[in-house]
Protein backbone atom coordinates (compact mmCIF):
# COMPACT_ATOMS: atom_id res chain seq x y z
CA UNK A 1 0.00 0.00 0.00
CA UNK A 2 1.38 3.53 -1.06
CA UNK A 3 1.86 5.42 1.92
CA UNK A 4 0.20 8.58 2.35
CA UNK A 5 2.06 11.56 0.76
CA UNK A 6 0.36 14.15 2.35
CA UNK A 7 2.56 16.25 4.72
CA UNK A 8 1.39 16.41 8.72
CA UNK A 9 -0.62 20.08 8.69
CA UNK A 10 -0.44 22.40 11.72
CA UNK A 11 1.73 19.59 13.43
CA UNK A 12 4.92 21.49 15.01
CA UNK A 13 5.28 21.21 18.63
CA UNK A 14 3.92 23.75 20.30
CA UNK A 15 6.11 25.04 23.08
CA UNK A 16 3.25 25.75 25.44
CA UNK A 17 0.02 24.37 25.59
CA UNK A 18 -3.10 24.96 28.02
CA UNK A 19 -6.01 22.79 28.00
CA UNK A 20 -8.90 24.57 29.94
CA UNK A 21 -12.29 23.29 30.74
CA UNK A 22 -15.15 24.87 32.36
CA UNK A 23 -18.12 24.00 34.41
CA UNK A 24 -21.64 25.75 34.25
CA UNK A 25 -25.09 26.04 35.31
CA UNK A 26 -28.11 26.82 33.85
CA UNK A 27 -31.66 26.82 34.41
CA UNK A 28 -33.25 23.55 33.46
CA UNK A 29 -35.65 22.59 30.59
CA UNK A 30 -39.08 21.14 30.91
CA UNK A 31 -37.95 19.37 28.37
CA UNK A 32 -34.59 17.69 30.38
CA UNK A 33 -33.05 18.83 27.20
CA UNK A 34 -29.38 20.57 27.58
CA UNK A 35 -29.86 24.36 28.02
CA UNK A 36 -28.83 26.68 25.26
CA UNK A 37 -25.56 27.74 25.80
CA UNK A 38 -26.26 31.26 26.52
CA UNK A 39 -27.83 30.58 29.51
CA UNK A 40 -25.13 28.94 31.38
CA UNK A 41 -23.02 30.96 33.74
CA UNK A 42 -19.53 29.73 34.38
CA UNK A 43 -18.93 28.60 38.52
CA UNK A 44 -15.39 26.69 37.46
CA UNK A 45 -12.68 26.69 35.28
CA UNK A 46 -9.70 24.43 35.06
CA UNK A 47 -6.30 24.52 33.40
CA UNK A 48 -3.21 22.72 32.59
CA UNK A 49 -0.34 24.26 31.30
CA UNK A 50 2.17 22.54 29.77
CA UNK A 51 5.56 23.99 28.76
CA UNK A 52 8.55 22.41 26.50
CA UNK A 53 11.71 24.12 26.84
CA UNK A 54 14.42 22.02 24.91
CA UNK A 55 12.52 18.57 25.55
CA UNK A 56 11.84 19.48 29.31
CA UNK A 57 8.20 19.62 30.02
CA UNK A 58 6.76 21.32 33.08
CA UNK A 59 3.27 21.39 34.02
CA UNK A 60 0.86 24.21 35.79
CA UNK A 61 -2.12 22.57 37.12
CA UNK A 62 -4.85 25.01 38.60
CA UNK A 63 -8.61 25.46 39.14
CA UNK A 64 -10.94 28.00 40.30
CA UNK A 65 -15.00 27.89 41.33
CA UNK A 66 -16.57 30.61 41.96
CA UNK A 67 -16.90 30.63 45.76
CA UNK A 68 -15.53 33.19 48.71
CA UNK A 69 -13.61 35.52 47.08
CA UNK A 70 -13.40 34.30 43.61
CA UNK A 71 -15.81 35.42 41.12
CA UNK A 72 -17.02 34.80 37.21
CA UNK A 73 -14.97 38.06 36.17
CA UNK A 74 -11.75 36.50 37.87
CA UNK A 75 -12.78 33.01 36.03
CA UNK A 76 -12.92 35.09 33.17
CA UNK A 77 -9.76 37.34 33.67
CA UNK A 78 -7.57 34.22 34.56
CA UNK A 79 -8.81 32.11 31.18
CA UNK A 80 -7.70 35.15 29.02
CA UNK A 81 -4.15 35.77 31.09
CA UNK A 82 -3.32 32.44 30.98
CA UNK A 83 -4.14 31.82 26.78
CA UNK A 84 -2.29 35.02 26.00
CA UNK A 85 0.54 33.18 27.80
CA UNK A 86 0.57 29.94 25.15
CA UNK A 87 1.28 28.97 21.81
CA UNK A 88 -2.00 26.80 21.53
CA UNK A 89 -5.25 26.41 23.67
CA UNK A 90 -6.82 23.08 23.50
CA UNK A 91 -10.27 21.89 24.96
CA UNK A 92 -13.14 19.20 24.28
CA UNK A 93 -15.86 20.65 22.46
CA UNK A 94 -14.08 24.26 23.73
CA UNK A 95 -15.22 26.27 20.14
CA UNK A 96 -18.54 25.53 20.25
CA UNK A 97 -19.48 26.13 24.24
CA UNK A 98 -16.66 26.87 26.61
CA UNK A 99 -15.11 29.66 24.69
CA UNK A 100 -18.83 31.30 23.83
CA UNK A 101 -19.84 30.73 27.31
CA UNK A 102 -16.55 32.63 28.46
CA UNK A 103 -16.90 35.54 26.25
CA UNK A 104 -20.32 35.88 27.06
CA UNK A 105 -19.88 36.32 30.99
CA UNK A 106 -17.00 38.79 29.60
CA UNK A 107 -19.44 40.86 28.08
CA UNK A 108 -21.86 40.41 31.20
CA UNK A 109 -18.91 41.54 33.40
CA UNK A 110 -18.09 44.48 31.41
CA UNK A 111 -14.79 42.90 30.69
CA UNK A 112 -14.06 44.30 27.57
CA UNK A 113 -9.62 44.48 27.31
CA UNK A 114 -9.78 40.67 27.37
CA UNK A 115 -8.13 40.48 23.57
CA UNK A 116 -6.59 36.78 24.49
CA UNK A 117 -9.91 35.09 25.29
CA UNK A 118 -12.09 37.23 22.57
CA UNK A 119 -9.62 35.99 20.23
CA UNK A 120 -9.59 32.55 21.23
CA UNK A 121 -13.69 32.59 21.00
CA UNK A 122 -13.73 34.22 17.61
CA UNK A 123 -10.90 31.62 16.07
CA UNK A 124 -12.69 30.09 13.09
CA UNK A 125 -13.78 26.20 13.44
CA UNK A 126 -11.80 24.78 10.75
CA UNK A 127 -8.84 27.28 11.44
CA UNK A 128 -7.08 25.32 13.83
CA UNK A 129 -5.88 27.65 16.09
CA UNK A 130 -7.72 26.36 18.68
CA UNK A 131 -7.24 22.85 19.06
CA UNK A 132 -10.88 21.49 20.15
CA UNK A 133 -10.61 18.05 20.26
CA UNK A 134 -14.15 16.89 20.20
CA UNK A 135 -13.58 18.30 16.50
CA UNK A 136 -10.38 16.90 15.72
CA UNK A 137 -11.06 13.07 16.79
CA UNK A 138 -14.13 13.40 14.96
CA UNK A 139 -12.66 14.84 11.64
CA UNK A 140 -15.51 17.34 12.51
CA UNK A 141 -18.09 14.88 11.89
CA UNK A 142 -21.26 13.78 14.83
CA UNK A 143 -18.66 14.66 17.97
CA UNK A 144 -18.80 11.78 20.79
CA UNK A 145 -18.19 12.88 25.36
CA UNK A 146 -14.44 12.93 26.47
CA UNK A 147 -14.73 9.95 27.98
CA UNK A 148 -15.65 7.65 25.07
CA UNK A 149 -12.10 8.96 23.58
CA UNK A 150 -10.09 8.64 27.11
CA UNK A 151 -11.56 5.27 28.03
CA UNK A 152 -10.36 3.74 24.38
CA UNK A 153 -7.05 5.46 24.69
CA UNK A 154 -6.39 4.83 28.65
CA UNK A 155 -6.90 8.02 30.12
CA UNK A 156 -8.99 8.38 33.22
CA UNK A 157 -11.78 10.98 33.21
CA UNK A 158 -14.52 11.51 35.66
CA UNK A 159 -13.12 9.15 38.14
CA UNK A 160 -15.41 10.62 41.28
CA UNK A 161 -17.98 13.07 39.36
CA UNK A 162 -19.94 13.55 35.94
CA UNK A 163 -20.56 17.02 33.76
CA UNK A 164 -24.38 16.26 34.94
CA UNK A 165 -23.68 15.91 38.89
CA UNK A 166 -22.45 19.36 38.45
CA UNK A 167 -25.85 21.20 39.08
CA UNK A 168 -26.69 19.35 42.22
CA UNK A 169 -23.03 19.64 43.79
CA UNK A 170 -23.46 23.36 43.37
CA UNK A 171 -27.12 23.80 45.01
CA UNK A 172 -25.41 21.34 47.75
CA UNK A 173 -22.17 23.95 47.99
CA UNK A 174 -20.29 21.66 47.56
CA UNK A 175 -17.86 23.86 45.45
CA UNK A 176 -14.37 22.13 46.23
CA UNK A 177 -15.37 18.90 44.29
CA UNK A 178 -16.50 20.34 41.40
CA UNK A 179 -13.12 22.34 41.36
CA UNK A 180 -11.47 18.98 41.74
CA UNK A 181 -13.93 17.50 38.80
CA UNK A 182 -13.34 20.39 36.51
CA UNK A 183 -9.07 20.01 37.06
CA UNK A 184 -9.34 16.65 35.87
CA UNK A 185 -11.04 17.10 32.98
CA UNK A 186 -8.67 19.75 32.20
CA UNK A 187 -5.80 16.96 32.74
CA UNK A 188 -7.58 14.80 30.84
CA UNK A 189 -8.04 17.10 28.45
CA UNK A 190 -4.07 18.13 27.73
CA UNK A 191 -3.52 14.34 28.04
CA UNK A 192 -5.69 13.81 24.86
CA UNK A 193 -3.96 16.93 23.15
CA UNK A 194 -0.20 15.14 23.52
CA UNK A 195 -1.68 11.77 22.71
CA UNK A 196 -3.15 13.39 19.18
CA UNK A 197 -0.60 15.34 18.59
CA UNK A 198 1.91 12.91 19.03
CA UNK A 199 -0.68 10.54 16.47
CA UNK A 200 -0.59 13.34 14.79
CA UNK A 201 3.44 13.93 13.80
CA UNK A 202 4.14 10.67 13.35
CA UNK A 203 6.25 11.23 16.85
CA UNK A 204 5.72 9.06 20.39
CA UNK A 205 8.58 11.35 21.99
CA UNK A 206 5.24 14.37 22.21
CA UNK A 207 3.49 11.81 23.94
CA UNK A 208 5.34 10.16 25.86
CA UNK A 209 8.37 12.50 27.23
CA UNK A 210 5.18 15.27 28.65
CA UNK A 211 3.23 12.13 29.92
CA UNK A 212 5.95 11.55 32.42
CA UNK A 213 6.89 15.00 33.27
CA UNK A 214 2.85 15.13 33.74
CA UNK A 215 3.16 11.93 36.36
CA UNK A 216 6.00 13.48 37.77
CA UNK A 217 4.42 16.81 38.98
CA UNK A 218 1.38 15.47 40.09
CA UNK A 219 3.60 13.05 42.40
CA UNK A 220 5.74 15.54 43.51
CA UNK A 221 2.33 17.53 44.40
CA UNK A 222 0.67 17.59 47.32
CA UNK A 223 -2.61 19.45 46.43
CA UNK A 224 -2.47 17.14 43.57
CA UNK A 225 -3.26 14.06 44.87
CA UNK A 226 -6.63 13.06 43.49
CA UNK A 227 -5.10 13.40 40.35
CA UNK A 228 -2.89 10.18 41.03
CA UNK A 229 -5.36 8.56 38.64
CA UNK A 230 -3.10 9.62 35.77
CA UNK A 231 -0.42 8.23 37.06
CA UNK A 232 -1.59 5.02 37.16
CA UNK A 233 -3.63 4.80 33.73
CA UNK A 234 -2.65 2.72 30.91
CA UNK A 235 -1.70 5.07 28.75
CA UNK A 236 0.97 6.59 31.44
CA UNK A 237 2.27 3.05 32.28
CA UNK A 238 3.10 2.31 28.61
CA UNK A 239 4.73 6.16 28.35
CA UNK A 240 7.20 5.99 31.25
CA UNK A 241 9.12 3.86 30.22
CA UNK A 242 9.72 4.90 26.74
CA UNK A 243 9.94 8.47 28.18
CA UNK A 244 13.13 7.75 29.47
CA UNK A 245 14.18 6.02 26.74
CA UNK A 246 13.20 8.71 24.63
CA UNK A 247 15.95 11.50 27.12
CA UNK A 248 18.45 9.22 26.55
CA UNK A 249 18.04 9.41 22.99
CA UNK A 250 17.74 12.91 22.32
CA UNK A 251 20.91 13.26 24.13
CA UNK A 252 22.43 10.84 22.31
CA UNK A 253 20.94 12.62 19.09
CA UNK A 254 22.65 15.60 20.56
CA UNK A 255 26.05 14.80 22.13
CA UNK A 256 26.64 12.88 18.17
CA UNK A 257 26.30 16.27 16.48
CA UNK A 258 28.80 18.13 18.71
CA UNK A 259 30.96 15.36 18.14
CA UNK A 260 30.53 15.82 14.26
CA UNK A 261 31.16 18.98 15.07
CA UNK A 262 34.18 18.99 16.83
CA UNK A 263 35.66 16.34 13.76
CA UNK A 264 34.96 19.09 11.29
CA UNK A 265 36.65 22.06 13.39
CA UNK A 266 39.42 19.64 13.49
CA UNK A 267 39.80 19.11 9.66
CA UNK A 268 39.52 22.31 9.12
CA UNK A 269 42.46 23.41 11.68
CA UNK A 270 44.84 20.67 10.12
CA UNK A 271 43.76 21.13 6.75
CA UNK B 1 24.55 -12.10 25.89
CA UNK B 2 22.58 -10.60 28.44
CA UNK B 3 23.18 -10.82 32.15
CA UNK B 4 20.20 -11.13 34.52
CA UNK B 5 19.84 -7.90 36.84
CA UNK B 6 21.97 -5.36 37.67
CA UNK B 7 21.28 -2.64 40.37
CA UNK B 8 23.27 0.91 39.69
CA UNK B 9 23.63 3.99 41.61
CA UNK B 10 25.65 7.03 41.16
CA UNK B 11 26.40 10.12 42.67
CA UNK B 12 27.19 12.96 40.88
CA UNK B 13 28.43 17.05 41.54
CA UNK B 14 27.11 19.84 39.93
CA UNK B 15 29.64 22.77 39.69
CA UNK B 16 28.34 26.24 38.93
CA UNK B 17 29.78 28.03 35.90
CA UNK B 18 33.12 30.39 37.12
CA UNK B 19 34.36 32.65 35.07
CA UNK B 20 34.47 31.05 30.95
CA UNK B 21 33.98 27.95 32.36
CA UNK B 22 30.48 26.71 32.07
CA UNK B 23 28.59 24.73 34.72
CA UNK B 24 29.09 20.65 34.87
CA UNK B 25 28.02 17.73 36.21
CA UNK B 26 30.78 15.77 37.26
CA UNK B 27 29.98 11.50 37.46
CA UNK B 28 32.01 11.30 40.61
CA UNK B 29 31.07 7.71 41.13
CA UNK B 30 29.27 4.73 40.03
CA UNK B 31 28.39 1.10 41.93
CA UNK B 32 26.70 -2.26 40.11
CA UNK B 33 25.08 -4.84 42.07
CA UNK B 34 25.17 -7.82 39.20
CA UNK B 35 23.33 -10.48 40.04
CA UNK B 36 23.01 -13.98 38.10
CA UNK B 37 20.72 -16.49 38.16
CA UNK B 38 22.16 -20.04 37.40
CA UNK B 39 21.18 -23.11 37.57
CA UNK B 40 19.67 -22.78 40.48
CA UNK B 41 21.91 -20.54 42.08
CA UNK B 42 22.33 -17.06 42.46
CA UNK B 43 25.44 -15.59 41.98
CA UNK B 44 26.78 -11.52 42.95
CA UNK B 45 28.88 -9.06 41.52
CA UNK B 46 29.53 -5.73 43.17
CA UNK B 47 31.93 -3.25 41.91
CA UNK B 48 32.37 0.18 42.14
CA UNK B 49 34.41 3.05 40.61
CA UNK B 50 35.32 6.71 41.87
CA UNK B 51 36.49 9.90 40.62
CA UNK B 52 38.29 12.22 42.69
CA UNK B 53 39.76 16.19 42.45
CA UNK B 54 42.75 14.58 40.71
CA UNK B 55 41.66 12.18 38.28
CA UNK B 56 40.57 12.64 35.25
CA UNK B 57 36.77 13.59 35.32
CA UNK B 58 35.75 10.83 32.78
CA UNK B 59 37.62 8.04 34.14
CA UNK B 60 34.21 6.97 35.72
CA UNK B 61 32.08 7.95 33.14
CA UNK B 62 34.49 5.32 30.69
CA UNK B 63 34.06 3.00 33.67
CA UNK B 64 30.37 3.10 33.69
CA UNK B 65 30.38 2.89 29.69
CA UNK B 66 32.16 -0.45 30.19
CA UNK B 67 29.86 -1.96 32.47
CA UNK B 68 26.76 -1.37 30.21
CA UNK B 69 28.57 -2.54 27.31
CA UNK B 70 26.65 -5.96 27.92
CA UNK B 71 23.47 -4.84 28.60
CA UNK B 72 21.54 -6.53 31.24
CA UNK B 73 18.02 -7.89 31.06
CA UNK B 74 16.93 -5.58 34.24
CA UNK B 75 18.36 -2.74 35.44
CA UNK B 76 17.28 -1.69 38.73
CA UNK B 77 17.69 2.42 39.59
CA UNK B 78 16.27 4.44 42.26
CA UNK B 79 14.34 7.67 40.72
CA UNK B 80 15.25 6.74 37.65
CA UNK B 81 13.28 9.64 35.36
CA UNK B 82 14.06 12.54 37.73
CA UNK B 83 17.18 11.95 39.12
CA UNK B 84 20.26 9.44 37.72
CA UNK B 85 19.08 9.27 34.35
CA UNK B 86 18.86 12.98 34.22
CA UNK B 87 22.21 13.15 36.12
CA UNK B 88 23.76 11.28 33.94
CA UNK B 89 22.43 12.89 30.13
CA UNK B 90 23.62 16.03 32.33
CA UNK B 91 26.87 14.58 33.02
CA UNK B 92 27.46 13.35 29.56
CA UNK B 93 26.20 16.52 28.08
CA UNK B 94 28.56 19.01 29.71
CA UNK B 95 31.28 16.35 29.48
CA UNK B 96 34.73 17.84 28.39
CA UNK B 97 35.81 14.42 27.50
CA UNK B 98 32.73 13.77 24.23
CA UNK B 99 33.98 10.76 22.79
CA UNK B 100 32.85 9.30 26.38
CA UNK B 101 30.18 11.30 27.44
CA UNK B 102 29.19 9.62 23.86
CA UNK B 103 29.99 6.39 24.08
CA UNK B 104 28.19 6.28 27.57
CA UNK B 105 25.42 7.62 26.24
CA UNK B 106 25.34 5.00 23.38
CA UNK B 107 25.82 2.11 26.10
CA UNK B 108 23.10 3.64 28.12
CA UNK B 109 20.51 3.50 25.20
CA UNK B 110 21.19 0.06 24.49
CA UNK B 111 20.73 -0.68 28.19
CA UNK B 112 17.57 1.33 27.59
CA UNK B 113 15.99 -1.85 25.94
CA UNK B 114 16.10 -3.81 29.26
CA UNK B 115 13.40 -3.58 31.77
CA UNK B 116 14.78 -0.77 33.66
CA UNK B 117 12.72 -0.27 36.62
CA UNK B 118 12.62 2.54 39.11
CA UNK B 119 12.35 1.29 42.98
CA UNK B 120 11.22 4.46 44.36
CA UNK B 121 8.15 3.80 42.40
CA UNK B 122 6.47 1.59 45.02
CA UNK B 123 7.82 3.87 48.11
CA UNK B 124 6.60 6.86 45.88
CA UNK B 125 7.67 7.75 42.87
CA UNK B 126 9.23 11.55 43.24
CA UNK B 127 7.54 12.34 46.19
CA UNK B 128 9.45 8.87 47.57
CA UNK B 129 11.37 9.87 51.24
CA UNK B 130 15.03 9.91 50.80
CA UNK B 131 16.66 6.26 49.52
CA UNK B 132 18.40 6.22 53.36
CA UNK B 133 15.01 6.95 54.89
CA UNK B 134 12.98 4.16 53.22
CA UNK B 135 16.23 1.46 53.64
CA UNK B 136 16.29 2.63 57.24
CA UNK B 137 12.73 1.64 57.17
CA UNK B 138 12.89 -1.80 55.66
CA UNK B 139 15.69 -2.16 58.14
CA UNK B 140 18.62 -2.32 56.29
CA UNK B 141 21.97 -1.13 56.83
CA UNK B 142 22.84 1.76 54.61
CA UNK B 143 25.86 3.97 54.59
CA UNK B 144 24.71 7.78 54.33
CA UNK B 145 26.79 10.31 52.67
CA UNK B 146 25.67 14.06 52.42
CA UNK B 147 26.16 16.33 49.65
CA UNK B 148 28.54 18.17 51.03
CA UNK B 149 30.54 14.71 52.30
CA UNK B 150 30.50 13.81 49.10
CA UNK B 151 31.91 16.92 47.88
CA UNK B 152 34.53 16.92 50.47
CA UNK B 153 35.19 13.19 50.19
CA UNK B 154 35.75 14.19 45.97
CA UNK B 155 38.20 17.38 47.11
CA UNK B 156 40.61 15.23 49.19
CA UNK B 157 40.65 11.92 47.20
CA UNK B 158 39.01 9.54 49.58
CA UNK B 159 37.69 6.94 46.82
CA UNK B 160 36.57 4.63 50.00
CA UNK B 161 33.99 6.52 51.00
CA UNK B 162 32.20 6.72 47.70
CA UNK B 163 32.40 3.48 46.56
CA UNK B 164 31.24 2.05 50.05
CA UNK B 165 28.36 4.52 50.04
CA UNK B 166 27.53 3.75 46.28
CA UNK B 167 28.00 0.19 47.10
CA UNK B 168 25.57 -0.08 49.93
CA UNK B 169 23.12 2.01 47.78
CA UNK B 170 23.24 -0.75 44.70
CA UNK B 171 23.11 -3.51 47.50
CA UNK B 172 19.85 -2.13 48.76
CA UNK B 173 18.27 -0.89 45.72
CA UNK B 174 18.72 -4.64 44.90
CA UNK B 175 17.24 -5.65 48.19
CA UNK B 176 14.48 -2.91 48.27
CA UNK B 177 13.24 -4.31 44.91
CA UNK B 178 13.38 -7.70 46.60
CA UNK B 179 11.39 -6.62 49.37
CA UNK B 180 8.66 -5.18 47.08
CA UNK B 181 7.87 -8.74 45.01
CA UNK B 182 6.10 -11.39 46.14
CA UNK B 183 7.54 -14.80 46.29
CA UNK B 184 11.03 -13.77 46.94
CA UNK B 185 12.16 -15.43 50.19
CA UNK B 186 14.21 -17.25 48.56
CA UNK B 187 16.08 -14.70 46.62
CA UNK B 188 16.21 -12.42 49.98
CA UNK B 189 17.69 -15.39 51.65
CA UNK B 190 20.20 -15.92 49.51
CA UNK B 191 21.25 -12.39 49.54
CA UNK B 192 21.29 -12.53 53.18
CA UNK B 193 23.71 -15.22 53.34
CA UNK B 194 25.90 -13.42 50.38
CA UNK B 195 26.22 -9.69 52.56
CA UNK B 196 27.48 -11.63 55.26
CA UNK B 197 30.51 -12.79 53.08
CA UNK B 198 33.73 -11.12 52.51
CA UNK B 199 32.78 -11.07 48.73
CA UNK B 200 30.17 -8.53 49.96
CA UNK B 201 32.73 -6.24 49.96
CA UNK B 202 32.90 -3.74 47.26
CA UNK B 203 35.38 -4.66 44.14
CA UNK B 204 37.46 -1.72 43.20
Known amino acids: ?271 | MTIDTVALSTAWIHQPARGKRPARTLLVGAATLTCRYRFGSLGFDLAAHSTTVTDDPAETMAWLADWLHIPPERLLLWRAEDIVVPSLISACQTARDTITAAKLLRELDLSMDSEVIDVAESHGGSAASSFDAVAHGAGLPFRPMTLTSLGEAHRTGCHGAIRKHLASRAVNTWRLWLNSRGGAESLIAATDAWVATPDAEVRP
Request: aromatic content about 8%; charged content about 25%; hydrophobic content about 45%.
Open chain 1, 1 to 271: MRASSRLPDRVRTPSTILAYDIETIAPRLKDGSFPPWPTHRPVAIGFAEARNRGGDWTFDIEAMVVAGDTSEADLVRAADQRMAKVDTVTSFNGAQFDALVLRLAAQRERLWELKALAGHAATPRYSGEHADLADLYASFGRKVGLAAICDQIGIPVKTDVAGSDVAALWQAGEAERIRLYVMEDAVATMCLYLAWSASRAGDEALVTRPMAALARHIQAMRDLQHLHAFIDCALMRWCRPRALRADVAAALEQITAKLRREEDERAFATA
